[in-house]
T-cell receptor, first 113, second 116 residues
Framework: GENVEQHPSTLSVQEGDSAVIKCTYS??????FPWYKQELGKRPQLIID?????GEKKDQRIAVTLNKTAKHFSLHITETQPEDSAVYFC????????????FGSGTRLLVRP | SAVISQKPSRDICQRGTSLTIQCQVD?????MFWYRQQPGQSLTLIAT?????????ESGFVIDKFPISRPNLTFSTLTVSNMSPEDSSIYLC?????????????FGPGTRLTVL
């Protein structure tokens, strides 16, 4: 079955700097890769996703890149702000099949003011 | 996106008892999922619950321990049976929303379960 690895487990950056979180997946059939942000005590919130037919997607300060050949995808946050502090989870799934999400282990991001 | 609610939001239970968690959606959805999030950990899929069929369980989860109902397209329940302290977790339901060009998954607020 699918296995998703996520790095780093913790990331501390200065406000205004960029943050990058990386994930790898094992199942070449996976074609949908969402990213979720989970603040303390809250539910995971979908912040951006990418499908295997594109290599990059941007939404304001966040972007996701996908390398299908290497089975890598990454989350990039630019101009980080203290409110970006949270745990971020990557996930992978096969659309048009089971749709079930297999999650990475999570990255705790701390943005220092 | 759909509005998803869960009941109860939290509970403290004694070992050996069972708890049923409800998940309600304000629109009809085909696919619903149940996840477990142990303290400080990631999300692990327990099962996929589709209306009109038996739930599909992931490796390590069995129907006797986590029976699931899906009576209609807006509601599902997950029961945690014969609980032990190891069952202390947050249990989340999620729904798959299908658009004309996308499928996205959204989570309920979760049920925080503590087993003594």
């Amino acid at each position: 079955g699918e296995n998703v690895e996520q790095h780093p487990s913790t990331l501390s950056v200065q406000e205004g700097d960029s943050a990058v979180i990386k994930c790898t997946y094992s199942d070449s059939a996976s074609n949908y890769f969402p990213w979720y942000k989970q603040e303390l005590g809250k539910r995971p919130q979908l912040i951006i996703d990418i499908r295997s037919n594109v290599g990059e997607k941007k939404d304001q300060r966040i972007a996701v890149t996908l390398n299908k050949t290497a089975k890598h995808f990454s989350l990039h946050i630019t101009e980080t702000q203290p409110e970006d502090s949270a745990v971020y989870f990557c996930a992978a799934s096969i659309e048009d099949s089971s749709y079930k999400l297999i999650f990475g282990s999570g990255t705790r991001l701390l943005v220092r003011p | 996106s759909a509005v998803i609610s869960q009941k109860p939001s939290r509970d403290i239970c004694q070992r050996g008892t069972s708890l049923t968690i409800q998940c309600q959606v304000d629109s009809q959805v085909t696919m619903m999922f149940w996840y477990r999030q142990q303290p400080g950990q990631s999300l692990t899929l327990i099962a996929t619950a589709n209306q009109g069929s038996e739930a599909t369980y992931e490796s390590g989860f069995v129907i006797d321990k986590f029976p699931i109902s899906r009576p209609n397209l807006t509601f599902s329940t997950l029961t945690v049976s014969n609980m032990s302290p190891e069952d202390s977790s947050i249990y989340l339901c999620s729904v798959e929303e299908s658009g004309t060009t996308y499928n996205e998954q959204f989570f309920g607020p979760g049920t925080r379960l503590t087993v003594l």
